[in-house]
């Protein structure tokens, strides 16, 4: 394994020997896999049809988002000369962090940034729990009606008191820092 594997909802997504690789997160069964020419996967998101995943580029700085569908065909290929974070996936859009403070909605289809957010705190990770969909890093946007003011810090936010917790302390590591296998 080049990193720890990720959980993308219903699926387990690897990178090993210069291949990504996506599994059936109950039954392990190999669902596909494509060549990754070596690079280390960052993080990915599932909405179960189309599962999003992100690489650090070959020059310092670069990223790679690769969409692929359920039969192993890619979707969209995105190379840029942004640091992108992990994404989420909902009804066709891939929400992918960049730069430390935006979330772009990429449609899968089109190829298109349909919209963008500004957040006014590090944010590095997107993904969607109990249905809902969350941005974040030091602490948690929700998106909901609220996220088209986060720009004016109105967003729906949740962050520890920093009386609570240590100096340095986030909700969620950085994107780009890999943790050991």
């Not at 969409?67 to 992108?84: C, F, M, N, P």
């Not at 990770?125 to 003011?149: C, K």
Request: with cysteine; net charge neutral.
């Amino acid at each position: 394994l080049d990193t720890r594997p990720a959980i993308a909802g219903a699926v387990v997504v690897a990178s090993c020997e210069g291949e990504l690789r996506a599994f059936d997160a109950r039954s392990g069964k190999k669902l596909w896999s494509r060549a990754t020419e070596g690079l280390p996967l960052r993080g990915a998101g599932d909405d179960g049809d189309v599962t999003v995943v992100t690489f650090p580029g070959v020059q310092a700085g670069s990223s790679l988002l690769l969409a692929v569908r359920r039969d192993g065909s890619v979707l969209r290929q995105i190379e840029t000369d942004k640091e992108i974070g992990v994404p989420a996936v909902a009804r066709g859009l891939a929400f992918v962090p960049w730069a430390d403070q935006y979330v772009s909605a990429v449609d899968l289809v089109e190829g298109s940034e349909p919209g963008r957010v500004v957040l006014r705190e590090k944010t590095s990770h997107a993904w969607v729990t109990g249905g809902r969909l969350y941005f974040g890093e030091l602490g948690v946007f929700r998106f909901d009606e609220a996220i088209g003011r986060a720009y004016r810090n109105e967003a729906s936010h949740l962050a520890p008191r920093p009386i609570d917790v240590p100096p340095g302390a986030r909700m969620r590591e950085p994107a780009a820092r890999r943790p050991p296998v």
